[in-house]
C-alpha cells in the first residue's frame, strides 16, 4: 500500500540558509500534519492542513512557513535557519472522513543545521 | 488541553521478561490512542491503538486496553525480545476531524540477551 512520502531524507543545511521540505500524502487523503522531533523528545506538532486550508497550528515558529497545494501535497518552508532547527520533520496525512481519524507518518526529514 | 504522561525510561529488562510501561491522558470528550515505536534513526511507526473505551489494542505481541475510568493505556508484552529495543511513544487523538496527534515524552526500552 502507498505510504506517505517525504523528500529529502537527509538535508543539511548552514546558519541563516533557507530549507523547503515536501510530503507527498497518501493518495485520497484530505489532511496534511507537520511535526518536529529534536534529539531525545518527542514530536511537537507545527502545523496541518485540510482542504487546502490551514486547519491548527501549534507552535511553529515565525520563521517557518507551511502550505498544502491542489494535489495535496505539502511543503514547510524554513528560513534564517537556528542550529535549534536541527531535527527530525515528520509529515502524517489521514483522511477526515475515515472514522478511526488516524494519522499515518511518513518517514521523516532529517535537517541538520551547521 | 489534551496530554500524555509515560512513565520515564530508560527500561532495561532482560530476554523474555514481562513488560509494562504506563500511560495515562487527560483529553475532553473521547479521544483515540496509540502507541508508536521509533526504532534508532528511523521514524515513527504505528504499534496498535484502539479507539473507544475498553478497545484492546494488540500487535506483534503487545497490548494495550483502553480504560477510561483511569484514563489509562498501559502498554504490556509477556516477553520481550532484544528486537523490541527502542523508543515507544503513548499518544492520543482528539475526536473530530483534523485533530493533532499529542505525544507523551517517549520511554526507552532496552533488552538485554
Known amino acids: 500500500a502507498a505510504g506517505v512520502i517525504q523528500s529529502p531524507r537527509h538535508l543539511i543545511k548552514e546558519k541563516r540558509e533557507t530549507a523547503t521540505l515536501k510530503c507527498y500524502p497518501i493518495p485520497r487523503h484530505d489532511t496534511v500534519y507537520w511535526y518536529q522531533q529534536g534529539p531525545g523528545q518527542d514530536p511537537q506538532f507545527l502545523i496541518s492542513?485540510?482542504?487546502?486550508?490551514?486547519?491548527d497550528k501549534g507552535s511553529i515558529p515565525d520563521r517557518f512557513s507551511a502550505q498544502q497545494f491542489s494535489d495535496y501535497h505539502s511543503e514547510l518552508n524554513m528560513s534564517s535557519l537556528e542550529l535549534g532547527d536541527s531535527a527530525l520533520y515528520f509529515c502524517?496525512?489521514?483522511?477526515?472522513?475515515?472514522?478511526?481519524?488516524?494519522?499515518?507518518f511518513g518517514p521523516g526529514t532529517r535537517l541538520t543545521v551547521t | 488541553g489534551n496530554s500524555v504522561t509515560q512513565m520515564e525510561g530508560p527500561v532495561t529488562l532482560s530476554e523474555e521478561a514481562f513488560l509494562t510501561i504506563n500511560c495515562t491522558y487527560t483529553a475532553t470528550g473521547y479521544p483515540s490512542l496509540f502507541w508508536y515505536v521509533q526504532y534508532p534513526g528511523e521514524g515513527l511507526q504505528l504499534l496498535l491503538k484502539a479507539t473507544k473505551a475498553d478497545d484492546k489494542g494488540s500487535n506483534k505481541g503487545f497490548e494495550a486496553t483502553y480504560r477510561k475510568e483511569t484514563t489509562s493505556f498501559h502498554l504490556e508484552k509477556g516477553s520481550v525480545q532484544v528486537s523490541d529495543s527502542a523508543v515507544y511513544f503513548c499518544a492520543l487523538r482528539g475526536s473530530g476531524g483534523y485533530q493533532k496527534v499529542t505525544f507523551g515524552t517517549g520511554t526507552k526500552l532496552q533488552v538485554i540477551p
Open positions: 502524517a496525512s489521514s483522511l477526515v472522513v475515515q472514522s478511526s481519524y488516524e494519522q499515518y
Open positions: 492542513f485540510y482542504e487546502k486550508m490551514q486547519s
